[in-house]
Every structure is written in C-alpha cells, then in structure tokens.
C-alpha cells in the first residue's frame, strides 16, 4: 500500500513538472520570413487558485547580434494565445524566447499634487478611437489606483478635476507591469529562423537567462514634443496638435490659452451656447446632443439623435456628458461645420476639444494627458 502511495506521488510530482515544462506551446521550432509563430500558454494551476488575470510577458533576444523585443500579452483564467508574424526584416538566426509570468494585471497608480482627497475625471482612448469615460477618488494624498485595464497597443489618458478648479492640474502616473518583478513560471525555448542554421543543444537552452531589466527598460512613456514659434500661442497650439483631417480645416476657433472665457464657465458646452449660431445643444438625462441648423430649421428633429460629433484630443467621445473635460483643462475648441468627413459618416459636423499641452521651451506645468504602452496586440508583425 505505503509502495502504492509512494508511486503515485511520483506519478504526479512527474506530471505537474512536465505540466510546467510544457506550458507554452510552440506550433514549430524552425520558421522562415513570412511565416507567423503560434504560441499558446495554458497554466490550469492559475485558474485552480482563483487567478483569474494575469499577464504573460515573451521576452526575444537574437543570441548572436543580442538584439532584443519585449511583448506581454493578457492571460484570462490560466490562457494566453499569440501570433507573431515573422517580418522580412528579421535576420536568419537564432532566438531566444523567454516566458514569464506575473500575477498581476495591467493598471495605473497614480498621484496628483493639487487634488488630494477630491475626485478626477479621466477618459481612456484607445488606438481604435475608442473612449471611455469615468471617475477616480484620490485619497487624502492625492494618490489613486485605476486596476484591471484591458487595451491593445496604446492608450491617451487625460485626466481632469472633477470640480471646477484654477490651478493647473499635475499627475504624475506609473505602470507596474513595467517594473522589474520575480516570475514563480519561467520557460524559454529557442527557435530558428532560416533552414541552415545550427540547433543549440538541449543544455544551452535551459541555461539561457534573460536580463528582465534590460527588456522592461524598452517600455518608456513618451514624453511630450514642445516647440516655440514667433505666434500666438493657439496659433503655435493649432499648428502643433492639429493632425491629418484634423487640421485644413474651415473652423471656428475659441481661445482656451489665453482667453479665461472659457475655464470661467462650469462645462464646455455652457460656454459654447449662443456662441455658435448655428449649433443647438440639447441636454436629456445628463448627456448632451448637438445639432447643426441647415437654413432656417436644424436636420436633426428627434432630441435623442446627434449630427455633430464631439472629440477630445481627436479621439471621438461615444458618450457626451458635461465632465468629458474640465473647462479649466481645455487649450482649444474648434467648431467644424458639416460636412466635416472626420469620421465614416461624413455628413456631420464636429467639434474637437483639446486639452492644454505645452508649446513652449519651459517646463511643461500641466502635466495631465499621458500615451501609455498597455498590451501587445494579439497578432502582430514581428519586425
């Protein structure tokens, strides 16, 4: 019986090595330019434990010339699925790829200077010009913590005081996903790119390290692109952060710089009412819907339907409210009569606020829009 017992435990202590050892699987081992690597990560230990999120970082390194790529990808109940398509560019060789898992999410902490114990508006738009708007609490020190993001690529954040507020509003932000951290499940395998090139043995590849430090220092947050020109500063400011359809355009401009018309009023859309002949703003439940008057009558009959779209930071807002942005927070607003051919229905008109940036050589005092790396997008082109 005891020898019964004894076996079994060896069978399973067996098992849940080899489990270990196999838990990412590769489609292949030897691939060409062109062709798309398949990984797949399953870890049911995780979901066993209740560890519903988590992320998986891929860490590549060409073991000849060391050059490096770094991925992370959202791990949902113990999974994780990705495609790398191999681009021309990559050079035949050999690669490391290393797997490492965190248990932890993606999110933001964050602090504020002017804001402590108050509460911040902040809209997420993603690299598909999705938006989402919500609300964040600071604690009494001005910290907050936003947890469980789910984004592919890049993300803006702007943030804004909730309150109506003169002082310029400062958030200083970090990711932990981009710090260093220590991984309970670690895997690297080497594949080849190219059919003439030498396998590595068995015992090189399980004593592969990577340097976690050196691949988590590619993330950096982008810092903010200033520049001084002999104008005004919406003039400096339009040419500056007004890009593609955007710019070009037969607008109307309202002055948030140095004009205090605009931060002296409680909401945007306030201060744009009877400021736009012919715009009419309708507020029901708490969300606004604009119309842009054709002749003498608006297009636009039912007060449910909206023909002019609202953008911030040239991301379109799905969900008009009067705390899209703190009147306070705001650099410019341009009024784009239709059609303003901003979006696939290029009837409507449009406006675009946008919110205050640096633009000159001093340093920036309202820090309060970010670009942030979240996750690898799930198929993508290895170059």
């Known amino acids: 019986m005891r020898k019964l017992i004894l076996s079994t435990l060896l069978l399973l202590c067996a098992y849940i090595s080899l489990s270990q050892d196999r838990f990412i699987q590769f489609d292949k081992t030897r691939y060409e330019r062109g062709d798309t690597i398949s990984v797949s990560c399953h870890l049911p230990s995780y979901k066993a434990d209740d560890i519903h999120l988590a992320t998986m970082y891929l860490f590549v390194e060409n073991i000849d010339t060391k050059q490096k790529w770094s991925y992370r990808y959202p791990m949902l109940e113990g999974l ?5 398509i191999i681009d021309s560019t990559i050079s035949q060789g050999r690669y490391a790829f290393t797997f490492q898992v965190r248990k932890q999410f993606f999110g933001v902490n964050g602090n504020t200077k002017n804001t402590n114990g108050s509460q911040l ?7 598909n010009s999705q938006s989402h708007f919500d609300k964040i609490n600071t604690d009494r020190n001005g910290r907050f913590v936003l947890k469980d993001l789910l984004f592919e690529d890049t993300c803006n954040f702007i943030f804004s005081i909730a309150k109506l507020n003169r002082d310029p509003l400062q958030v200083t932000i970090r990711t932990p996903l981009d710090s260093a951290f220590t ?3 670690s895997l690297t ?13 068995k015992e090189k590849e399980e004593s592969y390290q990577a340097d976690q430090h050196s691949f988590l220092s590619m ?4 810092e903010v692109v200033v520049s001084g020109r002999y104008k005004s500063k919406i003039e400096q400011f339009n040419e500056t952060y007004s890009t593609g359809l955007f710019s070009n355009l037969s607008e109307k401009i309202f002055d948030g710089m140095e004009d205090t018309r605009i931060s002296s009023n409680q909401n945007i859309f306030l201060f744009l009412e009877g400021r736009v002949p012919d715009l009419q703003i ?16 608006f297009t636009t009959k039912k007060s449910t339907l909206s023909n002019v779209d609202v953008f911030v930071d040239e991301r379109l807002i799905d969900r008009v409210t009067a705390d899209i942005i703190n009147p306070n927070e705001v650099a410019m607003i341009k009024i784009i009569p239709p059609p303003a051919y901003l979006t696939s229905l290029g009837g409507k008109g449009a406006i675009a606020i946008y919110s205050k940036r640096d633009i000159t050589n001093a ?10 790396f979240g996750y690898s997008p799930l198929v993508a082109r290895w170059k």
């Open 183 to 185: 991984s309970d499940t």
């Open 219 to 222: 993330n950096t947050l982008p």
């Open 282 to 297: 309708v507020l029901l439940n708490g969300v606004y819907y604009l119309h842009w008057r054709e002749g003498q009558t």
């Open 189 to 201: 395998k080497i594949i080849y790119i190219g059919q003439q090139i030498q396998t590595i043995t």
């Open 80 to 84: 994780s699925n990705a495609d790398l």
């Open 121 to 127: 508006n902040y809209v997420m738009q993603t690299k």
């Open 363 to 372: 340093p920036n005092t309202n820090k309060n829009a970010f670009k942030i």
